[in-house]
DNA sequence: CGGTTTTTGAGAATGTGAGCACTAATTTTA
DNA sequence: TAAAATTAGTGCTCACATTCTCAAAAACCG
């Protein structure tokens, strides 16, 4: 099975991995099997086996896998060995809960640059990054950003989107509940909020 | 294949679908063919028709789709047929997000309570909502409150979902990074934004 | 009113992932 | 050193989801 293509539901479960793996390494543990790790998440053993397994042996059998091994695997299968940079466009409310959340630092990602068209947010400094005026955007180039995030109202996401391919950027996580049209090359994932929540009672029980 | 039970990954394009009809309704039209919504969504129209006709038949043969009659069945599927009121637990950076946005609404959701440990944001009035003390969550069973949000740090995540599950609630979305556990027939749906953006440089070409 | 066009709906074929069971490898223990 | 225990790795099967194809149904048109 080894160096087969990962599947996409593999690769979306990689993070959770990571993750985890990272905060068993802040607590110094050295190795962990699958069984354990599994109890951990609440993944079951034998697909995180499964999904180790689709990027070579690095288990241990009668001892489990190494943690260090294992996180620098994982970020360079999901091209976190390297840190990105990201431009945030839309610096609304969740435009800023992006910019003061620290939390994306675990895989390696810097919120460098923020962008609003309303002149009254430019010049703001949250976090230490300073809001440009949307037309600035051009700039970007040069700051070896590769990420973007849209997080402005819908009817305006496809003119960002547009912006921030032409200036360079590889993949776009898109807040705004439209659809965005992208070169094939280009990368989108979107989080809908609202349509998450929409999903939510179906799965309600009455009772 | 009337009746049948829907699939999993049809019930969380119910949504997509959703929003499009109300806005081709809002704009008083009256049927539209799969294809037509095909193009308009970015999804394939056998996926379309394939997804409609797990919960009946709806169209018509050389018109297409009644817009009207298609949103209320879906609403109803989906449990939205009658409104949904939300309590939203962490007015942070992204409960604030949360409470100021409108966009809820065309599904029928109302957060209609919101709550903190903060004494500080205690008493805060935010979109008209006020936020009380986590102290106040238990009384939720009254306000015919059926959905809960949770937007406070990860390591909080479980107490308050337990203590929601307590409230009554039967439903939750999570937005903390963490694994919270809770009865099976409560449902919850996960949104990790970071790692939703950390599988976004996998997809990256280098070219 | 009959032929043509449009469009649905369903069944078949294909592809993908989850779940399971078993084998093989390594360590621990007696 | 041999047996037992632990644990990784992988082949297989089943279920589900996507994709394709086509016949039947309805509307439209001359
Ligand atoms: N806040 C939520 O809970 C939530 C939930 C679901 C979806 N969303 C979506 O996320 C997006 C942002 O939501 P929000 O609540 O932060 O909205 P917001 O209105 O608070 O912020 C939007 C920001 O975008 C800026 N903006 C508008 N047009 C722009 C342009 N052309 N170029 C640059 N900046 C521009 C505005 O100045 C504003 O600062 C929206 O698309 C919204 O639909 C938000
Ligand atoms: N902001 C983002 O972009 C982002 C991204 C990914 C994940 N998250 C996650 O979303 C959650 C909220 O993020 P945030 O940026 O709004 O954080 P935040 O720190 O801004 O807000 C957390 C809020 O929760 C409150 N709180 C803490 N403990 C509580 C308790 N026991 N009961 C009730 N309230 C409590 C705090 O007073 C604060 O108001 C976190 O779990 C975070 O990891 C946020």
Same mark, same amino acid.
């Given at each position: 099975?080894?160096?087969?293509?990962?599947?996409?539901?593999?690769?979306?479960?990689?993070?959770?991995? !990571?993750?985890?793996?990272? &905060?068993?390494?802040?607590?110094?543990?050295?190795?962990?099997?699958?069984?354990?790790?599994?109890?951990?998440?609440?993944?079951?053993?034998? $697909?995180?086996?499964?999904?180790?397994?689709?990027?070579?042996?690095?288990?241990?059998?009668? /001892?489990?896998?190494?943690?260090?091994?294992?996180?620098?695997?994982?970020?360079?299968?999901?091209?976190?060995?390297?840190?990105?940079?990201?431009?945030?466009?839309?610096?609304?409310? $969740?435009?800023?809960? /992006? $910019?003061?959340?620290?939390?994306? +630092?675990?895989?390696?990602?810097?919120?460098?640059?923020?962008?609003?068209?309303?002149?009254?947010?430019?010049?703001?400094?949250?976090?230490?990054?300073?809001?440009?005026?949307?037309?600035?955007?051009?700039?970007?180039?040069?700051?070896?950003?590769?990420?973007?995030?849209?997080?402005?109202?819908?009817?305006?996401?496809?003119?960002?989107?547009?912006? !921030?391919?032409?200036?360079?950027?590889?993949?776009?996580?898109? &807040?705004?509940?439209?659809?965005?049209? /992208?070169?094939?090359?280009?990368? /989108?994932?979107?989080?809908?909020?609202?349509?998450? !929540?929409?999903?939510?009672?179906?799965?309600? +029980?009455?009772?």
């Amino acid at each position: 099975m080894r160096y087969c293509k990962i599947p996409d539901e593999a690769v979306r479960r990689l993070p959770i991995y !990571l993750r985890g793996l990272l &905060f068993l390494s802040e607590q110094s543990k050295k190795s962990i099997s699958s069984q354990s790790l599994a109890d951990f998440l609440g993944i079951n053993s034998w $697909l995180i086996r499964k999904d180790f397994s689709y990027f070579g042996d690095f288990g241990t059998p009668g /001892v489990g896998y190494n943690i260090e091994k294992l996180i620098k695997h994982i970020k360079k299968i999901l091209k976190l060995h390297v840190g990105h940079k990201v431009a945030l466009v839309g610096t609304g409310n $969740l435009g800023r809960a /992006v $910019l003061a959340y620290p939390g994306f +630092r675990i895989y390696g990602f810097d919120v460098a640059a923020a962008f609003d068209s309303d002149p009254k947010k430019n010049g703001r400094k949250i976090n230490n990054v300073v809001v440009e005026n949307i037309s600035k955007l051009g700039r970007l180039k040069k700051g070896k950003i590769d990420l973007g995030i849209i997080a402005v109202p819908g009817d305006a996401a496809q003119e960002i989107a547009d912006a !921030l391919v032409k200036a360079g950027i590889k993949g776009i996580l898109n &807040f705004s509940p439209y659809r965005i049209i /992208v070169p094939k090359k280009i990368k /989108v994932i979107t989080i809908d909020i609202a349509m998450d !929540l929409a999903r939510l009672p179906y799965y309600m +029980r009455s009772n």
